[in-house]
């Protein structure tokens, strides 16, 4: 699917909403979301621009995930497709019962906070 530059150029004075940044500990699925909505509403096809778009919407930390994921390459030079892949596959940081436990109990109350509160 080649599409002339003509085509491709973007006014950014008709861009609609915005995908968010992904960070570290995000629901992916939510993030998943926005960026297809957000492709919808600007009527974004050309997967090129999809990838620029993806690469410019992740946090560093997990850009440099995505570089550790994509072996004998770089980001910029990879399909969006397995862009999704390699990120659907990257395991969510979950709080262990133990440390939530622990910051649980390390809670102190507030001066003007009452007992209820």
């Known amino acids: 699917m080649s599409t002339?530059?003509?085509?491709?150029?973007?006014?950014f004075n008709q861009i609609i909403g915005s995908p968010g940044?992904?960070?570290t500990g995000m629901d992916i699925i939510i993030f998943w979301s926005k960026l297809k909505n957000f492709f919808l509403a600007?009527?974004?096809?050309?997967?090129?621009q999809k990838r620029a778009i993806l690469l410019s919407s992740i946090s560093g930390?997990?850009?440099?995930?995505?570089?550790g994921l994509c072996i004998l390459s770089v980001p910029d030079d990879i399909e969006y497709a397995s862009h999704i892949k390699k990120?659907?596959?990257v395991?969510?940081?979950v709080k262990s019962y133990f440390a939530a436990r622990h910051t649980f109990y390390q809670a102190k109350r507030r001066q003007d906070e009452s007992l209820c509160q």
């Open 91 to 93: 395991p969510e940081h």
């Open 4 to 11: 002339s530059k003509a085509e491709s150029k973007v006014n």
């Open 42 to 48: 600007n009527l974004i096809e050309n997967i090129i």
């Open 61 to 67: 930390e997990i850009h440099k995930v995505l570089y």
């Open 21 to 23: 940044i992904l960070q």
């Open 87 to 89: 990120l659907n596959k």
